[in-house]
């Protein structure tokens, strides 16, 4: 069955660094895109940063840009998070999830959504 | 930036039907889809592509668009269905994620 399963989270100074991981399997991960979401306690999902099927094509959300690096490694199935510079604010749950891309004729426009997500991994800058 | 904006929480009885809107600028040309989050766990996508509902859903979930406001309704809401509902669209580039800021149902 489709699975993903994050890992690398833990507690951190402010400043620190900390690499996310994120292992998939039941699916041809080399095929889609890829996704990670975070959500603050007890606050909203937040989306993070996506990457292409061949990482050429990469967005982060503002808050993030400039300090955390997305990548992948198709031959080991695997997703990450490279987390520089950390903050008080980026203490969350960090989700990987798995990006379904299509095409729609009417809008005229590829849209994409997670479609399957990890259980999470929990960050705390403190 | 780009902001989906939704109700802070609705609440229902049992067998009710419950709505829970969404609104953003760009949704007249994207699609909307909704992702349902139960405490503890992450979330589940019950809408996708404004109305369709993947296998395994319950057809008491259903979507709709319409301008700048999309709807998830569940007719006949149920006790399990208790959990917090966030929309999901993007801006009008596509490359800008934006998660609405959730609402939590409960149905009592």
């Known amino acids: 069955q489709v699975q993903l399963v994050e890992s690398g989270g833990g507690l951190v100074k402010p400043g620190g660094s900390l690499r996310l991981s994120c292992a998939a399997s039941?699916?041809?991960?080399?095929?889609?895109?890829m996704s990670w979401i975070r959500q603050a306690p007890g606050k909203g999902l937040e989306w993070v940063s996506y990457?292409?099927?061949?990482?050429?094509?990469?967005y982060y959300a503002d808050s993030v840009k400039g300090r955390f690096t997305i990548s992948r490694d198709n031959a080991k199935n695997s997703l990450y998070l490279q987390m520089d510079s950390l903050r008080a604010e980026d203490t969350a749950v960090y989700y990987c999830?798995?990006?379904?891309?299509?095409?729609?004729?009417?809008?005229?426009?590829?849209?994409?959504?997670?479609?399957?997500w990890g259980k999470g991994t929990s960050v705390t800058v403190s | 930036s780009y902001e989906l904006t939704q109700p802070p929480s609705v609440s229902v009885s049992p067998g009710q039907t419950a709505r829970i809107t969404c609104s953003g600028d760009?949704?007249?040309?994207?699609?909307a889809f909704w992702y349902q989050q139960k405490s503890g766990q992450a979330p589940v996508l019950v809408i996708y592509?404004?109305?369709k509902r993947p296998s395994g859903i319950p057809e008491r979930f259903s979507g709709s668009s319409s301008g700048t406001m999309a709807t998830l309704t569940i007719s006949g809401a149920q006790v399990e269905d208790e959990a917090d509902y966030y929309c999901?669209?993007?801006?009008?580039?596509?490359?800008?994620?934006?998660f609405g800021g959730g609402t939590k149902l409960t149905v009592l």
């Open positions: 999830a798995r990006v379904r891309r299509e095409y729609s004729y009417g809008y005229g426009y590829y849209f994409n959504y997670m479609d399957v």
């Open positions: 592509e404004d109305i």
């Open positions: 999901y669209s993007t801006d009008s580039s596509g490359n800008l994620w934006v």
């Open positions: 760009a949704l007249p040309k994207k699609y």
């Open positions: 990457i292409s099927s061949s990482g050429t094509s990469i």
């Open positions: 039941g699916f041809t991960f080399r095929d889609y895109y």
